[in-house]
């Protein structure tokens, strides 16, 4: 039996590095769920066309104003229901994005939160 399954140094640091990624994975699924959860709005430049995606991209409504109706013709509606879907989607990223800049990450001093654990196990020589 070595360090680590004994509960040694060793297991301290593993254990110590899996409590970590452990809590890293469950901040960035529960980010998910709560994007998931949301409701992004686009419109094209002309304010006619509105589209809503799900924070997962979903495309869930397509609401076309009656007057895009009458004064576009069809390639022109074409082109704002695709210009109303892409600013939603970009919505969606820009909500993804500020949800990963919430999570934890590394310090701000730039350095390694694992270093303290590869330091420990080379210094040690146990995992």
Known sequence: MNDASAGGAGGTHVSGLI???EGLVDAFAGALRELEQRQLTGTDDTGRVTATVTGAGRLTRVAIDPRA???LDHAELGQAVLQAVSAARGAMTE???ELTRALPGPPPDGQDPLAQYFDAVLRDGTP
Do not use: I
Request: aromatic share 0%; charged share 45%; no cysteine.
């Open 19 to 21: 409590r970590q990624v």
């Open 69 to 71: 109706m009458r004064d």
């Open 95 to 97: 909500g993804l994005d």
